[in-house]
């Protein structure tokens, strides 16, 4: 069964770095795109950054130059490395991918930036 588990998330302080790790298991990791979302407390879930399975990468306008999404094919996982971080970056990170026309998500992982 497809399986994805996050990891990395904490406690930074504002202008820190953190680095989010996904990895994935029950499918061929290397032909499907990933992708990170985030939900803050009230707030939606939201898009934050995609990894297509050529590399190709996509941000949302709010971490453009902060994030970066990453993948390695060989340890089917995929990673969000987070600078320059804000308090407005709080929230629980979640990892997902479409198989076979279904969404699967990870069960997340709290980054909380405060002083």
């Known amino acids: 069964q497809v399986q994805l588990v996050e990891s990395g998330g904490g406690l930074v302080q504002p202008g820190g770095a953190l680095r989010l790790s996904c990895a994935a298991s029950?499918?061929?990791?290397?032909?499907?795109?990933m992708a990170w979302y985030r939900q803050a407390p009230s707030k939606e879930r939201e898009s934050v950054a995609a990894i297509t399975t050529g590399g190709n990468t996509y941000y949302a306008d709010s971490v453009k130059g902060r994030f970066t999404i990453s993948r390695d094919n060989a340890k089917n996982s995929v990673y969000l490395q987070m600078t320059s971080l804000k308090p407005e970056d709080t929230a629980v990170y979640y990892c997902?991918?479409?198989?076979?026309?279904?969404?699967?998500w990870g069960q997340g992982t709290q980054v909380t930036v405060s002083s």
């Open positions: 997902k991918t479409s198989y076979s026309g279904r969404a699967y």
């Open positions: 029950g499918f061929t990791f290397s032909s499907y795109a």
